[in-house]
């Protein structure tokens, strides 16, 4: 028997922004477990939360009600161990690509040395060998998101959070970062949580997929994706595939 | 930039333009026949320089001493007053205002109230180019520091990073090339502030030269003089501008 295991656990978690006097509830009451080595999309208009709940996981956001268990223990303190990647690649102009992936390893104080050799091997699997020595400006955007991606995950985080990470990627850019996302994801073990507002890159990628609706968000549906692991870009042109996106889409219209 | 002014046309006008112009004028003044008291022609200029090249030469030198101490005064205390205000928001929401309103007022008024506090010397010559060019220096590096993407931040944060290394990690570097091209403005400012300071007390330096020269209608020394300046002026920009290009080349997306 295949044991599961919950890295992550949200319980009725709330959070509200303050605007002046008024005080907006941003998401409302999750509930929600992230288990080990899964590959969870959240999906959702925008506004309606779904960044707000993916920072309350990474620890960026306290939750004004509820609880986030990380790895069964109480979240409080910053440090845990999650790599994340947003819409923008956010990569130091002055950094060469090597030293851009290795910045949070200088962050947190530990042997660059050490982790040298990690980084020319995610540099390689992203298909960016040759390039450690490049700045991110004589790059492409895709890329950039390839450099980005070593950088999540060059401290080898147990969870990978990912804010609409091919947002500004053009198609066929997107479909190969589809493939190398799951590739390095199976390779790296962690579980990942992915916010987009891309059906298709949903049902293609997750294995469970979260349904939001808004104001104030919360929760809607939780879908199971019952394809098999790795898929293929052709998966999308298959009757289920279309099924999936419809029957999300559905949800989110109403 | 590069391509759409073409470098080849560039260096074939600018020394064409100022030739042209020098001509021009030698030209006017003997045409119209100006007295040397109101408007010297670039030949009476140059006879004066070449009449007394020491005697300037050490003024000039004693004017850039005044101004470049300064300049490093203002750079270093801006430097470190802009981390001090990047750091925390609630310093920079109580001081920054003052310094703002600081920088409203004519500093060259408050150079014979320096001169009643600290007596002719060379103190108030450096004080007068460190507060001219204090500011120009502090708001372009603190608008970088301050002005870092929220995400990125978040980024950081995400990893662990503290405030402090977000300083040292981000905003400094982010702050560089900012910081270099204001010393430009910085040190034009700093050269103002000294020739004033010279001017209203000292008994050295061009701004002293030029005071006194004036007043006995001497006006090709005069005229001398902000020659000088302005050519030095010109160079040290130049060496600045080369300097920054080659510190902080990726500002400029400058491939290999």
């Known amino acids: 028997m295949i044991k599961i295991e919950t890295l992550v656990k949200l319980r009725g978690v709330s959070v509200s922004y303050r605007n002046g006097r008024q005080s907006l509830l941003a998401i409302s009451d999750i509930d929600l477990d992230i288990v080990s080595e899964e590959i969870l999309a959240v999906v959702g208009r925008s506004g309606c939360g779904k960044t707000t709940l993916l920072k309350v996981v990474a620890g960026l956001i306290k939750p004004d009600k509820g609880e986030v ?6 979240f409080n303190g910053r440090r845990r161990k999650v790599g994340m990647m947003f819409q923008s690649p956010l990569l130091l102009p002055w ?50 998101q390839r450099v980005a991606l070593c950088r999540a ?8 959070l990912l804010d ?45 997929i979260v349904v939001m609706g808004s104001r104030p968000g919360r929760i809607k549906a939780e879908v199971k994706i019952s394809f098999e692991s790795p898929r293929s870009l052709e998966l999308q042109y298959t009757r289920e595939f279309n099924e999936y996106v419809m029957m999300i889409k559905n949800m989110l219209g109403e | 930039m590069m391509l759409i002014s073409k470098g080849f046309g560039r260096v074939i006008n600018t020394p064409f333009v100022v030739l042209s112009a020098i001509v021009l004028w030698e030209f006017m003044v003997k045409l119209f026949n100006i007295p040397r008291f109101v408007l010297p022609s670039p030949s009476d200029i140059i006879a004066t320089i070449t009449r007394y090249p020491l005697y300037l030469i050490s003024n000039l030198l004693e004017t850039l001493y005044f101004a470049t101490l300064g300049l490093c005064i203002a750079a270093l205390s801006s430097m470190a007053l802009s981390l001090l205000l990047a750091y925390s928001e609630t310093i920079r929401g109580a001081i920054y205002p003052v310094i703002a309103g600081f920088n409203a007022i004519p500093r060259a008024a408050l150079v ?44 950081l944060v995400s990893f662990g990073a503290t405030k402090r290394q977000i300083l040292v990690k981000v905003a400094i570097p982010r702050a560089m090339p900012y910081f270099l091209s204001s010393l430009q403005a910085g040190f034009t400012g700093a050269l103002v502030g000294t020739v004033i300071a010279e001017m209203v007390a000292s008994d050295r330096g ?42 902080v080349r990726w500002a400029y997306r400058v491939g290999e």
């Open chain 1, 164 to 208: 609409e990470p091919f947002g500004s990627l053009d198609a066929i850019t997107r479909e190969e970062m589809w493939m190398l996302l799951q590739n390095v994801v199976m390779e790296e073990r962690c579980s990942t949580v992915l916010v987009t507002h891309d059906i298709r890159e949903a049902v293609l990628l997750a294995d469970r």
């Open chain 2, 112 to 155: 014979p109230v320096l001169v009643i506090w600290f007596g002719l010397g060379s103190i108030p010559k450096i004080l007068t180019a460190f507060l001219i060019a204090f500011f120009p220096i502090l708001v372009p590096s603190l608008t970088a520091m301050i002005t870092i993407e929220k995400e990125m931040w978040e980024l």
């Open chain 1, 153 to 160: 995950l060059i401290h080898r985080p147990q969870l990978l």
């Open chain 1, 69 to 74: 268990i990380f790895n069964q223990k109480m």
């Open chain 1, 95 to 144: 950094r060469t690509v090597l030293k851009n992936v290795l910045l949070p390893i200088e962050v947190m104080g530990e042997s660059v040395n050490e982790y040298l050799e990690r980084a020319l091997e995610l540099i390689k699997m992203t298909g960016l060998k040759n390039f450690e020595n490049s700045y991110p400006w004589e790059l492409s955007g895709g890329m950039q």
């Open chain 2, 206 to 247: 061009l701004g002293y030269i030029i005071l006194s020269s004036t007043s006995r209608l001497d006006t090709p020394l005069a005229f001398s003089c902000l020659v000088l300046l302005s050519i030095v002026a010109l160079i040290l920009s130049k060496i600045l501008t080369v300097l920054e290009r080659g510190v």
